[in-house]
């Protein structure tokens, strides 16, 4: 993600210490100064999620999702029929989806 925003390294900070996103947004809160940028760079499923943690934070982080299961619509690997087809790939996009999910859902039901 560095080289692909050509970001300076000297001023990119990752947070390693975190537990949860809610961590993470907290502790890239507290770090913040003024004028620097939060950039989230995490699975595209996770990530609608993470935007909505980090603004509860009062930030407003750029969204660099990654990780994508899917190829683009035209590309060579875009063949439709093969989606249907079970496999341990979609096992996995399953289980990342349901987690997902549950967590969103769990973001709108707890407490604050």
Request: net charge negative; aromatic share 8%; proline share 8%.
């Given at each position: 993600?560095?080289?692909?925003?050509?970001?300076d390294?000297?001023r990119?900070?990752l947070?390693?210490e975190?537990?949860?996103?809610?961590?993470?947004?907290?502790?890239?809160?507290e770090?913040?100064?003024?004028?620097?940028?939060v950039?989230?760079?995490?699975?595209?499923?996770?990530?609608p999620?993470?935007?909505?943690t980090?603004?509860?934070e009062?930030?407003?982080?750029?969204a660099?999702?990654?990780?994508?299961?899917?190829?683009?619509?035209?590309s060579?690997?875009?063949?439709?029929?093969?989606?249907?087809l079970?496999?341990s790939?979609?096992?996995?996009?399953?289980h990342?989806?349901?987690?997902?999910?549950?967590?969103?859902?769990?973001?709108?039901l707890?407490?604050?």
């Amino acid at each position: 993600m560095i080289a692909l925003f050509d970001l300076d390294p000297k001023r990119v900070s990752l947070v390693t210490e975190a537990e949860s996103t809610e961590d993470e947004a907290r502790l890239a809160a507290e770090s913040l100064r003024e004028g620097e940028q939060v950039v989230i760079a995490s699975s595209a499923g996770h990530v609608p999620r993470a935007m909505l943690t980090f603004a509860k934070e009062g930030l407003s982080p750029v969204a660099a999702p990654c990780d994508f299961h899917h190829p683009r619509p035209g590309s060579p690997r875009d063949e439709t029929w093969k989606q249907w087809l079970p496999s341990s790939g979609g096992i996995s996009s399953t289980h990342q989806f349901f987690c997902e999910s549950l967590a969103s859902l769990w973001q709108v039901l707890k407490p604050n």
